[in-house]
């Protein structure tokens, strides 16, 4: 009997919030299944097993589409590293929830992840270039680790003898972005040098030379600082 109060208590507290229709789309089974996985995404996640734990929560959000199951997913891609998933997430979070209690905090959340910098990892063949970010220049050379913040940058290498060249990118906050370039020799020093400093072919023709070979990865995300403070992730419908 406590338990078919319980249960009613939540149905009401949801229809509250503009859920009732997400708990009466759900059977019974569906919802001990969604606190069953929830519960396991929990204690992956109190051990670390980040990448598993995410997994599960999604599972556990397919069987029950609870909003606050988002907050862990989000939690979960912010300790692999997966800051733009963290952020799209709670993004989504608040979409589904606008008038969510903890609007606030989650906000600032956001705010805090979108302020992280890129780290990018800056190198050129030849190495030495002077590097540029936005039209103002660094102080530093190839190869070398820049700190921006996230959003659209124009990073240029300039290099006695070598043709000035620039890459426009958007960086990614929070991430780990390698950036190569290779400098193509000017004209000048071709003629001076006979040929010495070119990239990658010979003296003649040159047709080409102005489009310097580009590359750019992401290859890793920066890691969560420890765990999110003050995470508690309550399950409202699912739990008892």
């Known amino acids: 009997m406590s338990a078919r109060r319980s249960i009613l208590a939540v149905v009401v507290m949801l229809s509250a919030l503009g859920l009732s229709s997400i708990a009466s789309a759900q059977t019974q089974d569906q919802r001990n299944r969604a606190r069953?996985?929830?519960?396991?995404?929990?204690?992956?996640?109190?051990?670390?097993?980040?990448?598993?734990?995410?997994?599960?929560?999604?599972?556990?959000?397919?069987?029950?589409?609870?909003?606050?199951?988002?907050?862990?997913?989000?939690?979960?891609?912010?300790?692999?590293?997966?800051?733009?998933?963290?952020?799209?997430?709670?993004?989504?979070?608040?979409?589904?929830?606008?008038?969510?209690?903890?609007?606030?905090?989650?906000?600032s959340q956001l705010a805090g992840l979108r302020s992280r910098p890129a780290i990018v990892a800056v190198s050129s063949t030849p190495p030495g270039a002077a590097i540029w970010v936005d039209g103002r220049d660094t102080g530093h050379t190839t190869p070398r680790d820049i700190e921006m913040t996230g959003g659209d940058h124009a990073v240029s290498?300039?290099?006695?003898?070598?043709?000035?060249?620039?890459?426009?990118?958007?960086?990614?906050?929070?991430?780990?972005?390698?950036?190569?370039?290779?400098?193509?020799?000017?004209?000048?020093?071709?003629?001076?040098?006979?040929?010495?400093g070119t990239v990658g072919g010979d003296g003649g023709g040159g047709g080409g030379s102005s489009d310097p070979s580009v590359a750019v990865w992401v290859f890793a995300g920066l890691g969560a600082a420890g765990l999110v403070s003050g995470t508690v992730f309550g399950f409202l419908a699912l739990s008892e």
Do not use: C, W
Request: glycine residues 6%; negative net charge; aromatic residues 8%.
């Open 36 to 107: 069953q996985l929830y519960t396991e995404a929990q204690a992956l996640f109190d051990a670390g097993n980040y990448a598993q734990a995410e997994a599960s929560f999604r599972a556990a959000y397919a069987a029950v589409p609870n909003p606050v199951v988002l907050k862990a997913i989000a939690a979960a891609q912010e300790h692999q590293g997966n800051i733009r998933g963290a952020i799209e997430t709670y993004e989504q979070y608040l979409q589904v929830m606008p008038q969510a209690p903890d609007r606030a905090q989650v906000e």
């Open 157 to 196: 290498l300039v290099m006695p003898g070598y043709e000035s060249t620039e890459q426009t990118f958007a960086a990614q906050p929070g991430t780990r972005v390698r950036l190569e370039l290779n400098l193509t020799a000017s004209s000048d020093a071709l003629g001076a040098n006979d040929g010495q």
